[in-house]
């Protein structure tokens, strides 16, 4: 296969340029840690952090070429070369109001257009562009919450500093309660090798799991709540999030006893010989004025006209589904990770990706062994699929609120997505990402592609703040 041999070339260019910078690295870099180890909590300062400050910028081009397209719907990925630019910048701060009190505060900005509109695509080839049709950098508030922590015993968890994280200590065993804007795929979810696209893998359906259809804004954000009660092997959370008022739209539904997003997520913790890993359970149930797959198909032959899924949403209408996360270290260089995921396929896609059913998996590899601890390379499959109903109603000429080209010849969506992340200097990194796309939107009649993606993400933190005020 030729999209096979290419991607195997692509490795072994990536292999062979990081083996022959080895010698360059220098000996700071030879004893850091990996960039694939979660944030440290052993080494906490003798005090709590009162405050820090971070601040991040990512900005992605991706590029693809022409394609298979024998005919195009109205969210159709263009057959045409198309070269977009996103640019994202945060600012993350955190303040400790008392020992077990704290608040996170992030505005952001994002700016920056996505293929066709970022349609065409269910697992979409950019994280950092939500469907916003503008390319002017525009300001937002991403984050504002609280956190408090109700401990139990006199087990102490250290944790450093970080973004949304204040160095210090917390109670082992704690209840915790959260409240405010936030995303949800900041406390469910999670996955040490996949779960950010400013360092990690890019595609929507492998950085969260495609067929958690979770409740957010255009942009991922919501208003909720979330409760967790955490031991030293396993955690167990519950999240209620805020709906968007229409499929994907800006606006969020404030009418929470009717519509709203529910989660719950268990999560345990262990070692194989000294390797950690983690396994994690979901489970959610959504209430939005959304539409049904069946009833649109149903109205549209009694009218002899094209399904509408627009014209069938009723406020307090049900979606559920559940899902897996899963990730290993194999070694303190590699480590593997896989996801699961589905949902009843019966109402609308509404707030995040028109998929479900997903099964993914992968590895990642940190560049300790040619003396470059902090790049990464690392490669994964993911495979989104679709219920029997929801693929008639795309057939029959129907679209969600990101694809559908008028007709369909159903398969599963298929990407494999491979990067490789390199460390120029402190805090600031460079990324080479490639995907390969098979039946783009579900359709064996259209595709295969290939996207190629650079990234530069730099990121500072309060220490880079403080020098450059104490300079000046």
């Given at each position: 296969?030729?999209w ?9 260019l990536l ?64 057959d ?14 955190g ?28 697992n979409?080839?950019?994280?950092e ?15 504002l919450y609280?956190?408090?922590d109700?401990g ?7 944790f ?7 160095a ?7 209840y ?18 996949s779960?950010d ?9 492998i ?9 957010a804004?255009?942009r ?5 709540l979330i409760?967790e009660?955490h ?29 709203h997003?529910?989660m719950?997520?268990g ?6 010989r ?14 939005a004025a ?5 009833e ?21 209408t ?13 070694t ?5 990770f896989?996801?699961?995921?589905w ?8 707030a995040?990706?028109a998929?479900d ?14 003396r470059?601890?902090f ?24 679209h ?5 080209d ?22 600031f ?18 595709g ?23 300079t000046?």
């Amino acid at each position: 296969m030729v999209w096979l041999n290419k991607q195997v070339g692509l490795f072994a260019l990536l292999l062979s340029v990081a083996l022959s910078s080895a010698a360059q690295s220098s000996p700071d870099q030879q004893s850091q840690p990996s960039q694939n180890m979660p944030a440290q909590t052993n080494a906490a300062p003798a005090d709590p952090e009162r405050w820090n400050l971070f601040w991040q910028a990512t900005s992605i081009g991706q590029s693809h070429g022409t394609f298979t397209s024998p005919y195009e719907g109205p969210y159709s990925l263009q057959d045409y070369p198309e070269h977009t630019v996103s640019l994202t910048t945060t600012l993350f701060f955190g303040l400790r109001f008392d020992q077990n009190t704290q608040l996170y505060f992030n505005p952001e900005i994002a700016g920056g257009k996505g293929f066709s509109g970022v349609n065409g695509l269910a697992n979409s080839s950019n994280g950092e562009l939500p469907r916003v049709s503008s390319a002017t950098p525009k300001p937002y508030l991403a984050r504002l919450y609280v956190t408090h922590d109700f401990g139990f015993g006199d087990s102490k968890e250290s944790f450093d500093s970080d973004e949304n994280q204040l160095a210090g200590e917390r109670p082992m065993t704690r209840y915790t309660i959260a409240v405010g804007r936030f995303t949800l795929t900041d406390f469910f979810d999670e996955n040490r090798y996949s779960h950010d696209p400013r360092t990690q893998f890019m595609g929507w359906a492998i950085m969260y799991n495609g067929a958690w259809d979770y409740a957010a804004d255009v942009r991922g954000y919501t208003w909720g709540l979330i409760q967790e009660f955490h031991t030293k092997s396993w955690s167990l959370r519950y999240g209620i999030g805020l709906e968007p008022t229409v499929a994907n739209g800006p606006n969020l539904d404030h009418r929470i006893l009717q519509d709203h997003g529910q989660m719950v997520e268990g999560e345990y913790r262990y070692s194989v010989r000294k390797h950690p890993g983690t396994f994690r359970l979901l489970g959610y149930a959504n209430r939005a004025a959304a539409g049904t797959y069946s009833e649109s198909i149903h109205l549209a032959k009694q009218t002899g006209g094209v399904p509408d899924i627009t014209g069938t949403r009723r406020v307090g209408t049900l979606k559920y589904g559940t899902g897996i996360s899963a990730d290993q270290e194999i070694t303190k260089d590699i480590g593997v990770f896989m996801r699961l995921g589905w949902n009843d396929g019966k109402t609308e896609s509404f707030a995040f990706t028109a998929m479900d059913r997903l099964a993914s998996g992968g590895v990642s590899v940190t560049g300790q062994r040619w003396r470059r601890p902090f790049d990464t390379v690392a490669t994964e499959l993911t495979a989104g699929g679709l219920s029997a109903v929801h693929a008639e109603y795309l057939a029959l000429g129907g679209h969600d609120f990101l694809i559908g080209d008028g007709r369909l010849q159903y398969g599963a969506e298929c990407i494999w997505e491979s990067y490789y992340s390199a460390r120029l200097f402190t805090g600031f990194f460079a990324t080479f990402d490639l995907q390969h796309i098979a039946n783009p939107a579900y359709n064996q009649a259209r595709g295969p592609l290939w996207v190629e993606s650079i990234r530069l993400h730099w990121e500072l933190g309060k220490n880079n703040f403080v020098r450059k005020k104490a300079t000046n």
